[in-house]
């Protein structure tokens, strides 16, 4: 046990105390029998008589303010030993929380929804966070305090791994969102054993990265990430808000986690892919260690939500104030960020720093529609569907699956959920719970939304408004849109130019508005009518065929011209170029 302020440390197992001797470094350590998995144990600081759980617990059956139990990765039989991996690139990610992916909210539950993942053609799944968190049962998972312990409600450490097992038999891999930058504010011991933070961030203390003690804090992170890749046979982390690491050290975090991720990955013959949650719009961040950048795989693309967004919705409130230009969403589409460098009216500032198209792959980017945070911090958790129309939906989702970057999917998004997504917990200290309840209702009213429009975020009602609502996939027009999702990324898996990463070979056309686009993809163009009123497009390349369309097209063989209805996409071959 590391405990370096302590000035005596015990280890309790059952009634019975053993005192630990202090070694170098902070390190503690005791000898005693354990019966094996399934003991339960804690540790009590300088006589407090207070049991804590371990800050590397493997299990917290009795939640978060519990002992720990021994666990021994071992013993769980795996059948996935023909796993070989699934790489990012090319790949189509689905984002999911398990506690509301499902009305039962577990692993199991979600397992048995996969055959839906198989057939909508998904190559990762990516859970939102599964550690140890605050409260009864459900939650977000971002207020977590044990980062090695599995959600007992969920199903625990071995129902995590009968889930990534699953999974693999299905040819899916697994993505995991992880949260290094703070933690929870119900059962955050974890400074209590030693200097893990220093400062703070706007929702916790801040990771101790760079002050006396942060050799150990680094370590910790870097084996809790080891931990999840190599003993869950996860294929990936999300890491979390990575712009709240606050680390002055020459070499930051994130390049010695890419750099310890990638020997693991040697080492079990498989990809691991690190994705980074980052609002610096840093190009360094994905740019490979022998150029100078922290290495990581990728890293989610805001700006090409924004951008996306803006003109699906009309939306112009926010940090939505930077993307209303017509050339926003031609310009993001093009070039990963649209703040690269330019002045951001929301920030007050110039932000971010240009992508070199000519050298980064569009697949370190992961753009989308939708994703936990972009529903979920809306004040009622609306959804795209619930406001912008059938059409506008396709194109949207044609540009995120036939552009160069990664896309990701938003569980329900294939089939235009009704369910909203907004923020929930199911924190049991009273005055904590009140305190979470009035903080959403002030942060939405300052952003311009009506107090009573805030669901109350502890009400279990909540929760249960956001788990899907499966049979809808089979009733209109729901099905017509999951058709549509399916159609579009089985054309990208048998038209390999649509997943074509290379920057510097995509072109995106567009009318002086904004909102008539043509993506070059090879062979193809994917010609997206975003105005209410039909549009007559032109196409570098005569016609040869339309392949997918969401409307009627008229598209005569051999002409450049291209006729689509109102808020409408087709996907069309053209003639090979003269040589």
């Not at 995120?400 to 369910?419: H, Q, R």
């Not at 497009?537 to 969401?550: E, I, T, Y």
Request: net charge negative.
């Amino acid at each position: 046990m590391w405990a370096p302020a302590a000035g005596r440390v015990d280890l309790r197992i059952g009634g019975a105390e053993h005192a630990m001797r202090p070694g170098a470094d902070g390190w503690w350590h005791v000898d005693v029998a354990f019966a094996g998995p399934g003991d339960d144990y804690a540790f009590v600081l300088d006589g407090s008589g207070e049991p804590l759980p371990d800050p590397r617990s493997l299990h917290q059956p009795h939640g978060v303010h519990g002992p720990s139990r021994v666990y021994d990765h071992a013993d769980f039989p795996w059948s996935d030993a023909g796993w070989h991996g699934r790489a990012l690139p090319g790949s189509v990610v689905y984002e999911l929380h398990v506690g509301t992916f499902t009305a039962e909210g577990t692993f199991d539950a979600a397992a048995g929804r996969l055959d839906h993942l198989t057939s909508l053609g998904a190559d990762l799944v990516q859970l939102m966070p599964v550690n140890a968190f605050g409260g009864a049962d459900h939650g977000w998972g971002y207020d977590g305090v044990l980062w090695g312990a599995v959600h007992e409600p969920y199903g625990g450490p071995d129902g995590l791994k009968r889930f990534v097992d699953a999974c693999h038999r299905r040819g899916i891999g697994v993505l995991l969102d992880v949260v290094y930058n703070h933690l929870g504010p119900e059962g955050a011991y974890l400074p209590r054993f030693g200097p893990y933070f220093s400062g703070d961030t706007a929702w916790g203390p801040s990771l101790n990265l760079d002050g006396p003690g942060s050799d150990e804090v680094r370590r910790y992170v870097v084996d809790n990430a080891l931990s999840w890749l190599r003993d869950f046979h996860l294929d990936g982390l999300r890491l979390d808000a990575v712009h709240a690491l606050h680390d002055s050290r020459a070499r930051h975090l994130l390049t010695e986690l890419a750099d310890e991720v990638d020997a693991l990955a040697a080492g079990l013959g498989r990809p691991l892919s690190l994705i980074a949650e980052s609002d610096r719009n840093d190009p360094a961040t994905v740019t490979p260690r022998e150029a100078g950048g922290n290495g990581l795989t990728a890293q989610w693309c805001d700006d090409l939500h924004h951008a996306l967004h803006a003109a699906l919705t009309g939306e112009g409130h926010g940090y939505y104030a930077d993307f209303t230009a017509p050339e926003a969403l031609p310009g993001t589409l093009a070039r990963a960020f649209w703040h690269d460098g330019r002045y951001s009216a929301f920030r007050g500032r110039t932000h971010g720093a240009p992508v070199d198209t000519a050298r980064t792959p569009g697949h370190r980017f992961l753009a989308y529609l939708q994703n936990h945070d972009q529903v979920g911090n809306r004040a009622a958790g609306d959804r795209t569907a619930a406001t912008v129309p059938p059409g506008l939906l396709a194109c949207g989702a044609a540009l995120v699956l036939c552009s160069p970057y990664t896309p990701m999917l938003f569980m329900g998004e294939e089939w235009a959920a009704s369910t909203p997504w907004p923020f929930f917990a199911s924190f049991t200290d009273p005055d904590l719970a009140e305190g979470v309840r009035a903080g959403r209702r002030r942060e939405f009213a300052a952003h311009g939304w009506d107090e009573a429009d805030v669901p109350d975020p502890l009400d279990p009602a909540t929760r249960e408004r956001a788990v899907l609502r499966w049979q809808e996939r089979e009733l209109a027009p729901h099905r017509d849109v999951l058709d549509l999702y399916r159609r579009l990324v089985a054309l990208r898996r048998t038209r390999p130019e649509l997943a074509d990463p290379r920057l510097d070979r995509f072109r995106v056309r567009a009318g002086a508005d904004g909102r008539e686009l043509v993506l070059h993809r090879g062979r193809l163009r994917v010609a997206c009518n975003l105005r209410a009123v039909p549009a007559e497009l032109r196409l570098d390349l005569p016609a040869r065929g339309v392949l997918l369309s969401s409307a009627e097209v008229e598209a005569e063989d051999s002409s450049t011209r291209l006729r689509l209805p109102p808020e409408s996409f087709a996907v069309v071959e053209v003639a090979a170029p003269a040589r």
